[in-house]
Every structure is written in structure tokens, then in C-alpha cells.
């Protein structure tokens, strides 16, 4: 089934190769939510933007431990579009659907090599990223994920195809990806230490 992409949260460490997702997501309508540094760059880059805490009404806490972890976030990713109380809830909560998740990961194998500072590995250790990246991978019959800079062409070929739409086949094959980081992340922390 093809859906179309109406919300997109953007959340990334690496900031390379935006521009053209970003056109393409405005040509499309979507409304784009994004934290921090991701925010200011798109701003800078002209596109607009929601700030995440905007969007949450809950400021990022804790150094930026916490700002992507919130229900309203992980409700609009997680949600079965199919499902009646679900949708329910959503409305009830008056929450919006989050089609597309694009996200990498803090370099965790960048500091490690960089540096011996414990403080400053652990300080990089990802943890509102790979939840993203997860909730939206198990969720793939209504969510897109994009975890690499380098499939953003192949995201504009998909949304330019179907029109602002991303066919299942497309979303399951970027979660098998997703999950497949995920796993490779968690590994070289558990490798740390």
C-alpha cells in the first residue's frame, strides 16, 4: 500500500546531502519537525521548520538527553494506522501521524577512536536516535525510515515516483536497513566495553 508522507521528523548528526531532500519535501507538502542543531541547519538552509520542543510544548532536558523521547513523538511514529482505537486514541490526544523518520546516529565509532575520555564516549552513546529508528522500522506498514545520508536519492526517487507517496515495499526494505543499524551500533558499544 502506498501512503502518503504529510509529517517527517528529521534528527541527524551528519548534516551533509539535506538540500535536495529538503526541496523535495516541500514540493510534497510535508511538514517537517526537527531538534537542535538539525533545526537551526534547516532554517539556515531556508525551509521551514517546527522546533521539536514547539512541536512536544516540552523543552529538551538533561544536556539533550531527553528531547526526541515523548509520547506525542513515539505515539505519532508508533500509531496502526489501520486500527480503530488507535486512531482513537491519536485524536483523542490530538496527536498527528509521523510518516517519515530520517536519522543517523551520534559517531560513536568516530569519538571512540579520537579520544580515551570514558566521559565524553559515554556522552556519545545515541539513545533518542535508535529508539526513533526502531519504533519507525517496527512500524514500517505506516512509517518510512532513512538511517544513511546516502538513501536520501533513492527517498526522492520513491516520493517523485509516487507522488509524495512510499510504497510498502520501499519502507520494508529501509526497516530491514534500519534494523540492521541499530544492531551494528549497538554492537560496537557493546564492543567498548
Not at 541527524?12 to 526537527?34: D, G, Y
Not at 486514541?89 to 560513536?108: C, R
Request: net charge positive; aromatic share 10%.
Amino acid at each position: 500500500m502506498n501512503l502518503k508522507v504529510k509529517n517527517a521528523l528529521i534528527s541527524v548528526s551528519n548534516k551533509e546531502n539535506l538540500i535536495p531532500l529538503l526541496k523535495t519535501l516541500k514540493k510534497f507538502n510535508v511538514n517537517m519537525i526537527s531538534s537542535g542543531g538539525t533545526n537551526s541547519t534547516i532554517q539556515k538552509l531556508g525551509y521551514e521548520c517546527t522546533e521539536l520542543s514547539k512541536y512536544t510544548g516540552f523543552k529538551e532536558m538533561l544536556d539533550g538527553r531527553v528531547k526526541t523521547l515523548h509520547p506525542k513523538v513515539h505515539a505519532g511514529i508508533l500509531h496502526d494506522r489501520q486500527n480503530k482505537k488507535h486512531k482513537s486514541e491519536m485524536t483523542k490526544q490530538n496527536f498527528p501521524a509521523i510518516d517519515l523518520i530520517v536519522v543517523n546516529f551520534y559517531p560513536f565509532q568516530k569519538i571512540v577512536t579520537n579520544t580515551k575520555n570514558p566521559k565524553k564516549i559515554i556522552e556519545n552513546i545515541d539513545i533518542g536516535g535508535p529508539t526513533l529508528v526502531r519504533a519507525a522500522a517496527k512500524n514500517f506498514k505506516n512509517v518510512t525510515i532513512i538511517t544513511n545520508k546516502n538513501d536520501y536519492e533513492y527517498l526522492i526517487k520513491e516520493l517523485e515516483k509516487l507522488k509524495g507517496k512510499t510504497s510498502l515495499k520501499f519502507r520494508e526494505f529501509m526497516s530491514s536497513k534500519a534494523f540492521g543499524l541499530t544492531a551494528y551500533y549497538d554492537a560496537m558499544i557493546a564492543n567498548w566495553f
